[in-house]
Nanobody, 122 residues
């Protein structure tokens, strides 16, 4: 069992930045950030592998968001720059027990945080 706790959400104007953090209670494999807005499916934003730190991003955030992790601190981060109103949503941290070959699929993840709200105003 891996417990995940997110922090760092908030309200910001378009063009601003936020950094989300997610602490995890024990070893986790691939980790990811997901976003959900009312009426839509939860979508993957970015993922990072545990050992080689390979990352994957959806096209809409490439060049603006950066996922990273510090295994010693058991924390994964999502640095979000040049935020847009369409980035608004509830952001979830997710962890797989081991490496997954489908890191942008929600079905690859077993553990989820409670979510942190990000609101970007125009």
């Amino acid at each position: 069992q891996v417990q995940l706790v997110e922090s760092g959400g908030g309200s910001v104007q378009a063009g601003g930045s936020l950094r989300l953090s997610c602490t995890y209670s024990r070893y986790a494999g691939t980790m990811a950030w997901f976003r959900q807005v009312p009426g839509k499916e939860r979508e993957a934003i970015a993922s990072i592998e545990a050992v080689n730190r390979n990352t994957h991003y959806i096209d809409s955030v490439k060049g603006r968001f950066t996922i990273s992790r510090d295994n010693a601190k058991r924390t994964v981060y999502l640095q979000m720059n040049s935020l847009k109103p369409e980035d608004t949503g509830l952001y979830y941290c997710a962890a797989a027990p081991y490496f997954t070959s489908t890191p942008l699929s929600s079905s690859s993840y077993e553990y989820w945080g409670q979510g942190t709200q990000v609101t970007v105003s125009s």
